[in-house]
């Protein structure tokens, strides 16, 4: 299955498909002390969390503020410079490109449970070499299928390219792109043709994926690089965890509000909840939301389950739009009805949040 997505700000389209993240103290008077803790409280309920709450998004806004925020183009990213006359070399990124890219990556896991992941073994070349190849096609899908290898390409190179790119995420970006759009985008999930399908977001979210790789070529004078996000360890990731775990994306919580946002109204962001183990369905599989602050509740549209193509080496994925927009500080239940293994229904809470403190 190949699909492609057009941004209209920017564009990015991108395809998957597998077979298959000081405390002061100062004695002063009692008094004090208390009038801060006080304030604290008071400050943390008239914005609509917890004091954990408040101090859990703190530290978020402090970990994203030390991500990079800055608009990479194709003269800084490259130790490197991929080159396309008289034959192809790959190329390679900055080091310090390649750290902040999955600085955002383990950023993204980090917010929904996950561990971190590393940089494989050699991933980064593959990767490289994979993207280099689409660059120098000029077109990209999964195994390179319906791609003609140009000249400039040795059959050795465009085989790389063919199977790393089988087991990855791929895609086409515009040059230059912000670091958080490169990586973001694959997360949101918000550019398919199909508008629920949520495969790049499952493998960044995947509890199986341990390593991975990532390259971005583009051809001088282009419009568009090719990025590629290589799942290196692809071989584990037939062992799915045999334990029933739930990567629900907004997660449990308090959550980036910013992350659920479209800027496009023809392109809402899905939300998903991904089971590691097979959820079997009983009638009609229903999503309600509910704004626990204003009491409001409503079904979720566009509900699909997923329960084929195993993206992440998830049993099933149930994705859905949301009926309405999320207002940072409210509280909102989101209860998964039809699902035999959770006869009461699965659900779970979360807050959004605004990134930017």
């Known amino acids: 299955m190949i699909k492609k997505m057009i941004q209209k700000q920017f564009i990015f389209k991108c395809d998957i498909h597998f077979h298959g993240r000081f405390i002061l103290i100062v004695a002063v008077s009692l008094w004090f002390a208390i009038g801060n803790v006080g304030s604290s ?5 008239v914005a609509g969390y917890t004091q954990a709450q408040a101090q859990q998004i703190k530290q978020w806004q402090h970990r994203y503020n030390q991500l990079s925020q800055r608009a990479y183009s194709d003269h800084d990213i490259y130790q490197q410079r991929p080159r396309f006359s008289p034959k192809l070399k790959a190329g390679q990124l900055r080091a310090s490109y390649q750290r902040e890219l999955l600085d955002y990556v ?25 993207a280099a190849d689409m660059a120098a096609a000029d077109g990209f899908s999964h195994g390179l299928i319906k791609q003609r290898r140009p000249k400039l390409v040795t059959k050795n190179q465009w085989a790389v390219g ?24 694959y997360l949101r999930d918000n550019f398919n043709v199909e508008g629920n ?53 907004p997660s449990a919580g308090v959550f980036p509000r910013a992350m659920l946002v479209s800027q496009q109204h023809d392109h809402p962001i899905y939300w998903s909840s991904n089971f590691t183990l097979d959820a079997a369905t009983s009638g009609r599989v229903r999503v309600e939301i509910r704004d626990d602050t204003t009491h409001q509740r409503q079904w979720a549209h566009n509900v699909h389950v997923n329960r ?37 229904g699965y659900r779970y809470r979360f807050s959004p949040f605004n990134l930017n403190n």
């Open 162 to 185: 063919q199977q790393v790119t089988e087991t990855s995420n791929i895609g086409q970006m515009v040059m230059s792109e912000r670091i958080d759009q490169t990586m973001g985008n």
């Open 308 to 344: 084929s193509q195993h993206y992440g080496q998830f049993a099933m994925i149930v994705t859905y739009r949301p009926p309405f927009m999320v207002i940072n500080g409210h509280q909102y239940t989101v209860s998964i009805t039809g699902l035999t293994h959770h006869p009461h």
């Open 106 to 130: 383990n950023f993204y896991r980090a917010l929904v449970g996950l561990p971190s992941i590393r940089y494989g073994l050699n991933a980064n070349n593959q990767a490289q070499l994979a």
């Open 41 to 45: 409280v008071q400050a943390a309920k």
């Open 197 to 249: 399908n949520t495969g790049h977001r499952a493998w960044l979210l995947s509890p199986v994926v341990h390593t991975i790789g990532i390259g971005i070529a583009h051809r001088p004078k282009s419009t568009f690089g090719y990025s590629n996000i290589y799942f290196a360890d692809q071989s584990q990731r037939a062992i799915t965890p045999n334990r029933n775990q739930v990567i629900n994306y």
